[in-house]
């Protein structure tokens, strides 16, 4: 999504570049950016339109439409969050627990073992995913030392890895609207390829998607806000690498 393609050009840029300009100011004014015309945002940022259409390519898009189109996702799932941050007292924070613990515990224990299995067969493994499913990707990355495995986490600013028959891909989507409303570019590549694909969602992603995937994880969100989903992913992945050390 445009925050993780925004927030790594800002990482690999010099403050006095031009695209570190163009990306501070979208980062800054999103809200502002998605009812802009390509002249306004290029008059906003003193550059040409030439340039704001080299800057859209650069970082992924076919068109400033599907920028802007990525700019409203962004929104609406920035939107899901704020209206689950409400302020909790002591008992909702409790029953919010409670409705994450019932949920994991609906879980088969079957598939996440079918998961690990996966990603240990695999040779390489790739993980995607966008928002906080991206932070996710990084964190099972971290973790998954463990494995003493090959894991790369994707991102569609990168050139496009060619997966082979023996490579895995993990997508993550917490925010099920990224993988099913306005899937890019990249991910549809990514699973046109080859090797082995897993899901790892919720069960109000798209059904289409899940034709993609040979084993999905899909995890129940019964009274869970945006915010309480990304608590019950994290300790998913902390389950799967507690349940590698009990088969290991």
């Known amino acids: 999504m445009i925050t993780n393609k925004i927030n790594t050009l800002l990482n690999n840029s010099q403050q006095g570049d031009i695209d570190y300009a163009i990306c501070n100011y979208i980062k ?3 809200k502002e950016v998605v009812f802009m015309s390509i002249e306004e ?7 040409s339109k030439a340039k704001i259409s080299k800057f859209i390519k650069k970082i992924g898009y076919d068109n400033y439409i599907a920028f802007k189109d990525d700019c409203l996702l962004e929104l609406e799932i920035r939107n899901q969050v ?3 941050q409400h302020q909790l007292t002591k ?4 029953n919010s627990f409670e409705w994450i613990e019932n949920n994991l515990l609906e879980i088969n224990q ?5 998961f690990i299995k996966a990603i240990e067969k695999a040779k390489h493994v790739y993980l995607y995913g966008v928002a906080y499913s991206h932070l996710l990707c990084k964190y099972l ?3 998954g030392d463990l494995f003493q495995k090959d894991m790369l986490v994707l991102d569609e600013n990168e050139s496009t890895i060619e997966l082979k028959e023996d490579d895995l891909l993990l997508v993550i989507g917490i925010e099920e609207d990224a993988l099913s409303k306005q899937s890019s570019r990249y991910l549809r590549k990514l699973l046109r390829s080859q090797g082995r694909k897993l899901l790892i969602s919720t069960q109000m992603i798209d059904q289409k998607m899940l034709n993609y995937f040979h084993e999905t994880l899909l995890l129940p969100i019964d009274h869970l806000e945006m915010k309480e989903r990304r608590i019950m992913f994290h300790c998913l992945i902390d389950m799967m690498m507690s349940r590698y050390h009990e088969c290991a």
């Open 28 to 30: 800054m004014n999103l």
């Open 141 to 143: 990355q971290y973790e």
């Open 110 to 114: 079957n598939q996440i073992d079918d």
């Open 91 to 94: 008992k909702q924070l409790h």
């Open 82 to 84: 704020n209206n689950s």
């Open 41 to 47: 945002l290029a008059k906003q940022t003193y550059v």
